[in-house]
């Protein structure tokens, strides 16, 4: 059951992405170029998208498991560190260079995109990067 969600929840969500534009880097890319033509149309994709997550995560931190469930595992660090911020930047730089994030990026790998295939090889050898450092580290 908990496989039958996951999926039917990814397809929601990848379709969400088709439909708003967010899987078209040149949308994305025009939106993030306020010094030129700036396309303010996603704008309300997050908005909205920021709704449907706070409606959710409202939910969620009232409970233990999902309906289906499976235990809920909210992130409790609140602090804001370097490696954070150091993330963070390199997640919106990637964003502004590629105009894909991981959601998006995955839609493209389905659609048999190229680029989004590029994308998400480099994020996959990022993240073991990250993964082979910090065990390294101990």
């Known amino acids: 059951m908990a496989i039958f969600t996951a999926l039917l929840a990814g397809l929601i969500f990848g379709l969400g992405l ?40 409202a939910a969620a931190t009232r409970r233990k498991v999902t309906p289906t469930g499976e235990p809920i595992n909210l992130p409790t660090a609140r602090q804001i560190d370097r490696p954070l911020v150091i993330g963070a930047l390199l997640f919106g730089i990637g964003w502004g260079i590629a105009g894909f994030c991981p959601g998006p ?34």
Do not use: C, T, Y
């Open 18 to 57: 088709i439909l708003s534009g967010m899987a078209n880097p040149a949308k994305v890319l025009g939106f993030l170029d306020l010094a030129g033509a700036w396309d303010p149309s996603l704008m309300f994709v997050m908005g909205g998208a920021i709704g449907v997550a706070f409606v959710g995560f």
């Open 105 to 138: 990026a995955l839609v493209g790998v389905g659609m048999l995109e190229p680029k989004a295939m590029l994308f998400v090889a480099a994020m996959l050898a990022g993240m073991g990067l990250f993964e082979w450092r910090r065990r390294a580290k101990g």
